[in-house]
């Protein structure tokens, strides 16, 4: 079996934006490996570098405005190495993309048919028999109940849950290894949501495929997701199985956010709601938790000086040391002690 090292394995790696002449961190120090055949879900608040993150594996940063560094390895070929051209070629191919809003990602003059053909124009030579047989082999893949009739209709025509199927059709009509899913179901309703995350489920058991599931909604990571990496300010927090982020979290961050989400026990209750933000790039804590201003009643001396990641369990790692100490305010029995 493939191991996580000859995948994609994410060692070390910044990207940091030019504001005002200066360049500011919006991912620092990221490690994290993917595997094959499983759902990686990335998750944080807005602000958090998590698209940043996704489009620096991709390769989408003009380099005058970005600085990058780092090892993206992806299966043998470090990533950040390739040329546009040489990237252009693994996107699409190899790496597919799945965007959140499906409507500005399918071009309204073109016919589903074509749309999906494009793509294989690009990086196959089928011919146009083939091309046609694997759209529709497609449409059928992600859930098209009338492939021959969508395949003739324009975006327009369809509804938001049949414009995200064929985006998820595009994304994989070369069949990529990788395929990140920035906010796939956050434009659909509920129902609508369930669906496209299985069919997602069903692609990455079918084609083998790692997902880099992108997304704030916990509720998607809890339907989905294998592994879990947690991002604040742009840096991974958290990290472990699915089950041990959602039954044994550990940094005062994803304990946040799960006390944060909506949940039918807790329906009819006021929800806890973070105080504060994420900060900007310019007013980045240096040194310290990023997220110790946002629980100020944790002693300063809970917290490392420079926070490393401490493993916890067999694949579960947190950031800092101060989720030994961590309780909410109304869960304090008595005074916090590091
Ligand atoms: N091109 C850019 N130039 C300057 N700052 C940027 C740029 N892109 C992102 N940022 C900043 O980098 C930080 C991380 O942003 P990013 O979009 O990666 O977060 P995110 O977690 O994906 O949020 P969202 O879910 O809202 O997309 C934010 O402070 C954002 O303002």
């Known amino acids: 079996m493939e191991n996580a090292t000859n995948f994609l394995n994410i060692q070390d790696v910044s990207t940091a934006f030019k504001i005002n002449g200066r360049f500011y961190d919006a991912i620092s120090h990221i490690n994290l490996q993917v ?3 499983e759902i990686m879900a990335i998750v ?17 940063h003009d380099p005058a405005e970005t600085k990058t ?14 040329s546009d051209d040489q990237y252009n070629d693994y996107r699409g191919a190899k790496i597919g993309m799945i965007f959140q809003d499906p409507l500005s990602a399918l071009n309204p003059l073109k016919r589903v048919e074509d749309q999906i053909s494009e793509v294989m124009d690009y990086h196959s030579d089928l011919s146009r028999d083939a091309k046609h047989a694997r759209v529709l082999e497609l449409l059928d893949q992600v859930g098209i109940v009338a492939p021959k009739r969508t395949a003739r209709q324009f975006p327009h025509e369809l509804s938001g849950g049949m414009r995200q199927r064929v985006i998820i059709a595009i994304a994989i009509a070369c069949k990529p290894d ?4 920035y906010e796939p179901t956050t434009a ?7 669906q496209i995350l299985d069919v997602l489920r069903a692609i990455q058991q079918e084609n083998h495929a790692g997902i880099i599931l992108i997304t704030h ?3 998607v990571v809890a339907e989905t997701a294998d592994r879990v990496a947690v991002m604040y300010a742009g840096q991974i927090v958290e990290e472990g199985s699915a089950e041990q982020i959602f039954t044994t979290p550990q940094h005062p961050y994803t304990r946040s956010l799960l006390r944060s989400m909506p949940q039918r026990e ?7 709601v973070i105080q504060g933000n994420v900060p900007s790039l310019q007013r980045m804590p240096q040194g310290g938790d990023r ?14 000086a420079e926070p490393t990641m401490h493993t916890v369990a067999p694949g579960h790692s947190v950031r800092c040391t101060c989720y030994k100490v961590f309780t909410f305010p109304d869960q304090q029995k008595g005074p916090v002690t590091p």
């Open 44 to 60: 944080g608040e807005s602000g958090c570098g998590k698209s940043t993150l996704a489009t620096t594996i991709m390769g989408l």
């Open 178 to 181: 990788l395929i990140i899913a």
């Open 69 to 82: 560094s780092g090892v993206i390895d992806f299966e043998g070929t470090d990533l950040l190495q390739l």
């Open 217 to 219: 909604d916990l509720g």
């Open 35 to 37: 595997h094959r055949d």
């Open 266 to 272: 807790n329906e009819n209750d006021d929800l806890y």
């Open 188 to 194: 659909l309703d509920v129902t609508i949501q369930a």
């Open 291 to 304: 997220f110790a201003p946002r629980i100020p009643w944790v002693p300063q001396s809970a917290h490392e």
